[in-house]
């Protein structure tokens, strides 16, 4: 497990950035995991369009999987990730419609969406980058404190907790969803051939600082990735504190 210190959320972003354009302009063909979140998107996100426009980075050879999606809200409502993901990157670059996944909340048969997710995640040779965030409570994708390691995408009654994280998104916390379609579970990201975490602000130091004195538990789903080959975390000053 490699771990990059950096200053602030904007070098974190650059770093981020900077690893992802590197896979996707070398690869033939490249399957990206993204993430959304408060951590990798806008500014990450940015950056890629930004080069994008001005280097002509091609994502023609990009599929895409996002971690999540919120039971019940329409691809149309701003605080679904199809709504985030389409608004900061996808509507900006190049990569083909149909090669772009994430899970359908709206689907009549939810557990129908996650078996098909898991089929589509397959088909395309699995995940080569996985972006994550870290949680709180030490969840990634919605794996929440508890989730088996061996889960496949599933559904997730989303934590207090994270509901609670999640309200500065929406106008009111009764409106966020109680439920989530979340990738893997944890079986399909530790799948990924390689894992980049960002972790970011002074909300982090403490999920962090767990993170780097755990065991493996699944009480914190982050530490699952101290096992995982090719892992990079990039963590800001405010979220390292005085740990390091
Ligand atoms: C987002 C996701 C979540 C977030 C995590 C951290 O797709 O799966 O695991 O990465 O909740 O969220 P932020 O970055 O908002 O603190």
Redesign the pocket.
């Known amino acids: 497990m490699k771990i990059i210190q950096t200053e602030n959320y904007q070098d974190m972003s650059n770093h981020a950035a900077n690893m992802i354009l590197d896979r996707v302009k070398t690869a033939n063909n490249i399957t990206l995991g993204?993430?959304?979140?408060?951590?990798?998107?806008k500014k990450l996100y940015d950056l890629l369009v930004k080069e994008y426009n001005d280097r002509s980075v091609s994502y023609r050879h990009v599929t895409s999987f996002?971690?999540?999606e919120y039971i019940g809200l329409a691809k149309e409502n701003k605080n679904s990730?199809y709504y985030y993901m389409y608004n900061y990157f996808f509507q900006y670059i190049d990569i083909p419609k149909e090669q772009i996944y994430l899970p359908d909340g709206l689907h009549d048969n939810p557990s129908v969406a996650c078996q098909q997710y898991d089929q589509s995640i397959l088909k395309n040779g699995g995940i080569d980058v996985q972006l994550?965030?870290?949680?709180?409570n030490g969840?990634?994708?919605?794996n929440e404190p508890g989730s088996s390691f061996d889960e496949k995408t599933h559904i997730v009654e989303l934590a207090d907790s994270?509901r609670e994280?999640?309200a500065r998104f929406f106008d009111d916390i009764t409106e966020v969803p109680t439920k989530a379609i979340?990738m893997g579970g944890i079986s399909t990201i530790m799948k990924s051939k390689e894992i980049i975490m960002?972790v970011?602000?002074e909300?982090?130091k403490e999920a962090f600082s767990t993170f780097l004195s755990t065991d493996v538990t699944n009480h914190f789903p982050a530490s699952i990735l101290k096992e995982h080959p090719n892992v990079t975390i990039i963590v800001d000053q405010d979220a390292l504190g005085e740990e390091f």
């Open positions: 993204l993430a959304t979140g408060g951590t990798p998107p996002n971690l999540d990730y994550l965030g870290l949680g709180e969840h990634i994708g919605f994270t994280a999640n979340t960002l970011s602000g909300n982090k």
